[in-house]
């Protein structure tokens, strides 16, 4: 899964579904961690990990360690995660 992460965002939160320019799509999300030493990334993980319901270990960041844009996978049974995430963006 692709994410915009924006670090220093004041809370720990999923923002919703966006487009980029170019046509992608993203999941947006904020954690509070600097970039700095991969506590933004951490944060991510802790962050998607509990929105989907799975154990910590189960979200890394496969890509994008250092940019804005991310890739995220997610171990699980995808239509599971994905109703997972989904409950967790709609409340």
Do not use: F, W, Y
Not at 17 to 46: M, Q, Y
């Amino acid at each position: 899964m692709l994410v915009r992460l924006t670090p220093k965002g004041g809370r720990d939160a999923l923002d919703g579904i966006s487009e980029l320019a170019d046509g992608r799509t993203v999941l947006k999300a904020r954690v509070r961690c600097a970039p700095e030493n991969g506590e933004a990334n951490a944060a991510l993980e802790a962050l998607l990990a509990k929105a989907c319901a799975v154990g910590r270990t189960h979200a890394s960041v496969t890509a994008g360690t250092t940019s804005r844009l991310k890739t995220v996978t997610l171990s699980g049974q995808p239509d599971i995660l994905l109703a997972a995430l989904h409950k967790s963006l709609n409340g």
